[in-house]
């Protein structure tokens, strides 16, 4: 069974704090990870995506991706109370009739205290 | 302005009844997701589609239904809904190519079935 671990949280934080959310996965081969937010009540929303190992920046969002440990991370610098939703983190599965979907996590949930 | 339609937004009903949740999207996306999310939950894939007369079942049972006529259109159809079907149903595209698979999502159904 192919997945991806998350740490649920919740995650608390102090507006400002850099929030840093982490992903494992199991499958060896994947080569495309994508992080999500979700608001309460709301659909996921698409901020980063990340191929290649290494840091991927996008304002205040860097995505860290390291294969050979088989973990994706997400960090949020000077965090914001408008930052605090659910965090999921989603791996595009390599294998069988299922090839190019995507697996997610259960998320975990960050809070950003003023 | 490219985006991913979902109606109703809301739906109650009682059990028995068929439903047909809508989904479109003018992002010319060739794949097309339903995925269902109970409250603070994962998301489950249901169902998936690769193109037009192209469906296939996900990684969740489900006693759904769906059909891909148009390229930009896949709906979800319950033939009886039961109060175990009461969830939030979400839709998402993406585009054909192998590559990344950035899915984008709708804003949801939340479905009650009394």
């Known amino acids: 069974q192919k997945e991806v671990e998350q740490n649920s949280g919740p995650l608390s934080v102090p507006e400002g704090a850099i929030a840093s959310l982490n992903c494992t996965y199991s499958?060896?081969?994947?080569?495309?990870f994508f992080w999500y937010r979700q608001y309460s009540g709301k659909s996921p929303e698409l901020i980063m995506s990340i191929y290649s190992n290494g840091d991927k920046e996008d304002g205040r969002f860097t995505a860290q991706l390291n294969k050979a440990s088989q973990y994706v991370s997400l960090l949020i610098r000077d965090s914001q109370p408008s930052d605090s939703a659910t965090y999921l983190c989603?791996?595009?599965?390599?294998?069988?009739?299922?090839?190019?979907?995507?697996?997610f996590g259960k998320g975990t949930k960050l809070s950003v205290k003023p | 302005e490219a985006d991913i339609y979902q109606t109703p937004r809301y739906l109650v009903i009682g059990t028995g009844k068929k439903i047909t949740l809508e989904c479109s999207q003018t992002?010319?996306?060739?794949?097309m997701y339903w995925y269902q999310q109970d409250p603070g939950m994962e998301l489950h894939l249901i169902h998936y589609?690769?193109?037009?007369?192209?469906?296939e079942k996900g990684d969740l049972s489900s006693e759904s239904t769906v059909s891909r006529i148009r390229t930009e259109h896949f709906p979800l159809t319950l033939e009886s809904a039961r109060p175990s079907h009461t969830s939030q149903y979400l839709c998402a595209s993406s585009e054909a190519g192998a590559g990344s698979n950035e899915q984008y999502f709708g804003p949801g159904t939340r479905l009650t079935v009394t």
């Open positions: 989603a791996v595009m599965m390599n294998y069988g009739g299922s090839q190019g979907n995507l697996i």
């Open positions: 499958d060896r081969v994947s080569q495309s």
């Open positions: 992002m010319g996306h060739d794949k």
């Open positions: 589609s690769y193109g037009v007369n192209s469906t």
